[in-house]
């Protein structure tokens, strides 16, 4: 078809009359797809499954599949009678030496036209997932749409499919061997968002007043909550690019940034990177660092010690309204928390996250985050996996 390398050609041969037939007979009219659909709940792999009417007669009959230049995985075709499921039976598969090809021996009762299902793992098909984020005037929703990118590079051509993913529309769509195709399958309405700002004292200068020539700022992001009350929550998101724009109250947008979004399961928040802010400002210092619980050996050598640390960040917000801070604060190694003014969660053994609601500028003064722990058991001369104190 079309001078290509084309489809996954079925050939039936018939024991007619109970006499077997040694040679492989090509029917003249080779049986076309009656349905497909394309499966794309693993991003690993892509899930073809084809509807087929074969032309059996009663007796024994061998049905060669054959997929010459078509990326299939050898091991994953199955074949479903659907018809007469009790009557037409699957004896066995064979598989013809240096051929892309098999051979299925079918058992039927009587002659029939029966439809069958042909399943199989498609290489060289997959797709990407994109979003499109467009925030109100005030920042407060968003409106939300999903596209899905679908690349054919796989040798077949598929002139009509049902195209499923695991969650939004499914749509009827043709897509030939070599073709890319952008379908929008999935947008919600006045998704609500909050702005935050995250401050990572792995990543951002303790204090940014001593960097010279450099205009540091916040990260400053949009969170989502993938849950009913944000009008999603149905299923987890698929993790894909997202380019994120803004209504500039003009009848039109400004292009804020884009980002790199995971998987968000249900439940779960997300949060899209807009760029960088200087309206809220970090300075963070340690204020003690002594070592306690001193152990020795008899040569009075230090062989084990603890630690007292005490850290203080100081928290300004410039903005006329209020923000929602979130701080990352790391401690290596075995740690016991003994003062914190703050509640924070455990990210992991060795990461705090403090979500901080700071009011508008000139209320209340500038926050503090105070935290006093124990480093424990640490050993002279062993280097501890450390988090880069960057500008303190």
Same mark, same amino acid.
């Given at each position: ?177 070599? *073709? ?28 940014? *007043?001593?960097? *010279? ?15 009913? &009350? ?67 050996? &008899? ?9 007292? *640390? ?83």
């Amino acid at each position: 078809m079309r001078g290509k390398k084309k489809i996954l050609t079925v050939i039936l041969i018939c024991l007619v009359l109970g006499v077997v037939v040694q040679a492989r007979i090509k029917l003249v009219a080779l049986p076309e797809r009656a349905a497909t659909v394309i499966r794309l709940d693993n991003p690993q792999a892509t899930l073809i499954e084809e509807e087929r009417v074969l032309t059996l007669q009663k007796g024994i009959n061998k049905v060669d599949f054959s997929w010459k230049a078509v990326s299939i995985d050898a091991d994953s075709i199955r074949l479903a009678v659907l018809d007469h499921p009790d009557k037409v039976k699957l004896l066995n598969v064979s598989y013809p030496p240096n051929e892309a090809a098999l051979v299925w021996e079918i058992s039927s009762d009587s002659d029939y036209a029966e439809r069958v299902r042909i399943s199989y793992l498609l290489m060289n098909i997959d797709r990407l997932i994109t979003y499109k984020a467009i925030a109100d005037k005030a920042e407060t929703g968003i409106d939300l749409k999903s596209f899905l990118v679908l690349r054919n590079f796989s040798g077949e051509d598929f002139d009509m499919a049902r195209v499923l993913l695991d969650y939004g529309e499914a749509f009827e769509r043709g897509i030939q061997h070599e *073709e890319t195709k952008q379908m929008l399958f999935f947008e919600a309405a006045r998704v609500p968002v909050t702005k935050v700002w995250t401050f990572d004292a792995a990543k951002l200068p303790w204090d940014p *007043e001593q960097l *010279e020539n450099q205009n540091v700022g916040i990260p400053v992001s949009y969170r989502i909550l993938n849950d009913k &009350n944000s009008g999603l929550g149905a299923f987890a998101l698929w993790g894909g690019k997202a380019r994120i724009f803004q209504d500039d109250g003009h009848e039109s947008t400004i292009f804020l940034g884009e980002d790199v979004t995971g998987l968000v399961p249900v439940g779960e928040k997300t949060e899209l990177y807009i760029g960088d802010s200087r309206d809220i400002v970090v300075t963070q210092q340690k204020m003690k660092d002594q070592r306690i619980n001193i152990k020795r050996n &008899n040569s009075n050598n230090i062989i084990l010690y603890d630690t007292d *640390e005490e850290i203080v960040a100081k928290i300004e917000n410039f903005k006329d309204s209020p923000a929602v801070l979130t701080v990352i604060e790391h401690i290596p190694g075995q740690w016991d928390m003994e003062k914190c003014n703050m509640d924070y969660v455990k990210k992991d053994a060795n990461t705090l996250e403090f979500e901080i609601k700071l009011p508008a500028r000139g209320k209340d003064g500038p926050a503090e985050l105070v935290m006093q722990y124990h480093r424990r058991n640490i050993r002279p001369g062993v280097q501890i996996p450390d988090v880069q104190f960057y500008g303190r």
